[in-house]
Each structure stands twice: as structure tokens, then as C-alpha cells.
């Protein structure tokens, strides 16, 4: 079955960095986008970015353009989403899912900004 999991969450400074890591399973990676969600404390759960399969172009939304990199490596059946010049309203439940439209999530890592 298709399994999602993330890792890489934490406690961060602003200003800081942080890479998250999503290790995919029961599925033929490569032939599927891949995206980054996120939901803030008593918000709604909002895309952070997308990467297609095939020649990996990528999407971010604007609060974290300039700041946030998609990446894949389809040999480790990962995505990963380096962080950096993070912000306290980045604080939030990071999810990766398959695609942008299906029902496979994983269950999320914590990222919290706080100094």
C-alpha cells in the first residue's frame, strides 16, 4: 500500500534552517508529482510547493518562494523540502502527499519558529 513518512521536523530559530525528508513507498515514485503541504494552527491546510516527475519542474506558493527548495530523488524514493530563512508563521504541520489531487498523505512532521 502506498505509505508516506515524513521526518525532519523541530525546533528552529528564526532565521534558521531546516530540510524535511518524505520517504515514499508502495508505488511507482517516479512516475507521479510530489508536493509539500502545510497547516497552521487553526488554518487550513495550504500547498507549499510541487514537483513534477518527469523533468522536475517545480511550483512554490508566494509566502515561501525565495526561501523554500523542492527536491526529488527518484533512485531513494524521496522528496525532500530544504527551508531556510524560516519565519515564525512558518510554524506548522509539514505533509507530503502524491500529487496534488489524491487521497495519500503522510501524517506530518512538526516545524516550529520560535525563539
Known amino acids: 500500500q502506498v505509505q508516506l513518512v515524513e521526518s525532519g521536523g523541530g525546533l528552529v530559530q528564526p532565521g534558521g534552517s531546516l530540510k524535511l525528508s518524505c520517504a515514499a513507498s508502495?508505488?511507482?515514485?517516479?512516475?507521479?508529482?510530489m508536493s509539500w503541504y502545510r497547516q497552521a494552527p487553526g488554518k487550513e491546510r495550504e500547498l507549499v510547493a510541487f514537483?513534477?516527475?518527469?523533468?522536475?519542474?517545480?511550483l512554490y506558493a508566494d509566502s515561501v518562494k525565495g526561501r523554500f527548495t523542492i527536491s526529488r530523488d527518484n533512485a531513494k524514493n524521496s522528496v525532500y523540502l530544504q527551508m531556510n530563512s524560516l519565519k515564525p508563521e512558518d510554524t506548522a504541520v509539514y505533509y507530503c502527499?502524491?500529487?496534488?489531487?489524491?487521497?495519500?498523505w503522510g501524517k506530518g512532521t512538526l516545524v516550529t519558529v520560535s525563539s
Open positions: 508502495g508505488f511507482t515514485f517516479s512516475h507521479y508529482v
Open positions: 514537483i513534477t516527475h518527469a523533468d522536475e519542474n517545480t
Open positions: 502527499r502524491r500529487g496534488v489531487q489524491s487521497d495519500y
